[in-house]
Each structure stands twice: as C-alpha cells, then as structure tokens.
C-alpha cells in the first residue's frame, strides 16, 4: 500500500497493520505461511513449465476438434 493511500485511511479512522498483527499470529505461524505460499508458487511455476513443454511436443493434443 502507498503512502498515500495509508494516510487517507488513517485520518478517516481506520487502522492500518499487517496480517501478522491482525491475525496475532506467533513467528512460527508467520513462517510456516511464507513457506507454503513458496511452495505454491513454485508448483505453480513447474505446472506451467510442463504444460508448456507438452505443448510443444504434441501441438494438436490441447486443441479441441
């Protein structure tokens, strides 16, 4: 969030804080989220990485007749 936008909130009364302060979650909590968060985007990143390479391989296989 820019600076901007995070005064405007705070002088209308709002609060702004982290998720981790929200949440009130401990630093095992915190870091067992960034872990799976690095987990799916790196699955994500190799399903698209083999997606890719089926495709290339077999160019009629995903087209719909």
């Given at each position: 969030?820019?600076?901007?936008?995070?005064?405007?909130?705070?002088?209308?009364?709002?609060?702004?804080?982290?998720v981790?302060e929200?949440?009130?979650?401990?630093?095992?909590?915190?870091?067992?989220?960034?872990?799976?968060?690095?987990?799916?985007q790196?699955?994500?990143?190799?399903?698209?990485?083999?997606?890719?390479?089926?495709?290339?391989?077999?160019?009629?296989f995903?087209?719909?007749?």
């Amino acid at each position: 969030m820019d600076d901007a936008k995070r005064e405007r909130l705070e002088a209308k009364g709002w609060k702004v804080s982290t998720v981790t302060e929200f949440l009130e979650l401990s630093p095992e909590e915190t870091a067992l989220i960034d872990i799976k968060l690095a987990l799916s985007q790196s699955l994500k990143e190799r399903r698209q990485k083999l997606m890719t390479q089926a495709e290339w391989e077999h160019p009629n296989f995903f087209k719909i007749p």
